[in-house]
């Protein structure tokens, strides 16, 4: 039998669209396959978790070659809504979930949903702030804990 | 490809223990591959899941991957990772006897 993987910690560090979805989409597939999952949300990450911010991650139109268009136009108010709207669009004939549905999902399959206690302190947040799902705040230590005996994934 | 028996009846399985043909299969099978599955009774919640992927394959050609599984069914993503602990459309579609499904969300 070919080798297996038993679990994986992913980490999601990246506040924007195209920083978010991989990660989820990862923790979500790794489910799926009975694989065991974790998700740890750090620094601008954390808005996936942020009850107030989670409807409204964007995708980045300045600085994301990705895209192939003029920086200059990239940065022009309303580009990025539209850009996010557009993709939004595209990923739900895909049917990709949106990102607040998406997260509920990974976190009705089982996995852990953490938030990082440096990320949490820095923008004065509680727990309050987030969302149901997030099993707890935890330290860098704890998340290694977490995560041992799997692979870990950062995005 | 590995050959094995279920039910008396000789089937040909692909290398991740999937049915190479749909058809060998029958329901007398299913309990046979959901312990094979870590599954030691197939409770009437298995049999919705398992009739259902079955049903979808037969009509769509493929069966649903875990999202499109929930929609479909109307059975929540809490209750098939609870029935099937180790990736519901993926065991449910072995026991099944149909091949795994193949989507990313």
């Known amino acids: 039998m070919a080798d297996t993987i038993e679990k994986v910690s992913i980490v999601i560090s990246k506040g924007s669209l195209d920083g978010v979805y991989p990660g989820l989409i990862m923790a979500n597939g790794a489910r799926a396959?009975?694989?065991?999952a974790n998700l740890f949300f750090t620094f601008f990450g954390l808005d996936v978790v942020h009850?107030?911010?989670?409807?409204?991650?964007?995708?980045?139109t300045v600085g994301n070659p990705g895209l192939h268009f003029?920086?200059?136009?990239g940065g022009l108010p309303g580009v990025s809504t539209v850009m996010t709207h557009y993709m939004n669009t595209k990923m739900?004939?895909?049917d990709i979930p949106p990102i607040p549905e998406f997260i509920e999902m990974i976190a009705d399959t089982g996995a852990g949903i953490y938030a990082c206690k440096a990320s949490v302190d820095l923008f004065a947040l509680e727990k309050n702030d987030l969302i149901d799902q997030v099993q707890d705040i935890i330290t860098v230590g704890e998340f290694?804990?977490?995560?041992?005996g799997g692979e870990i994934i950062f995005t | 490809m590995p050959t094995t028996t279920l039910a008396s009846t000789n089937v040909e399985l692909n290398d991740e223990g999937f049915f190479v043909h749909p058809e060998q299969w029958n329901e007398e099978m299913a309990p046979e591959l959901a312990r094979q599955?870590?599954?030691?009774?197939l409770t009437e919640g298995h049999w919705k899941v398992i009739r259902f992927m079955r049903d979808e394959f037969l009509a769509k050609g493929a069966g649903p991957s875990v999202r499109m599984l929930a929609k479909t069914s109307g059975i929540s993503i809490k209750e098939l990772y609870q029935l099937?602990?180790?990736?519901?459309?993926?065991?449910a579609a072995k026991?099944?006897?149909?091949?795994?499904?193949?989507?990313?969300?």
């Open chain 1, 33 to 36: 396959e009975g694989i065991e």
């Open chain 1, 51 to 60: 009850k107030a911010r989670h409807e409204h991650i964007k995708i980045a």
């Open chain 1, 70 to 73: 003029a920086t200059m136009l």
């Open chain 1, 92 to 94: 739900e004939k895909l």
């Open chain 1, 144 to 148: 290694y804990t977490l995560a041992a």
């Open chain 2, 37 to 41: 599955e870590g599954i030691d009774e």
């Open chain 2, 84 to 91: 099937f602990p180790k990736g519901p459309a993926k065991i």
């Open chain 2, 95 to 105: 026991i099944a006897g149909i091949p795994k499904p193949r989507g990313c969300i």
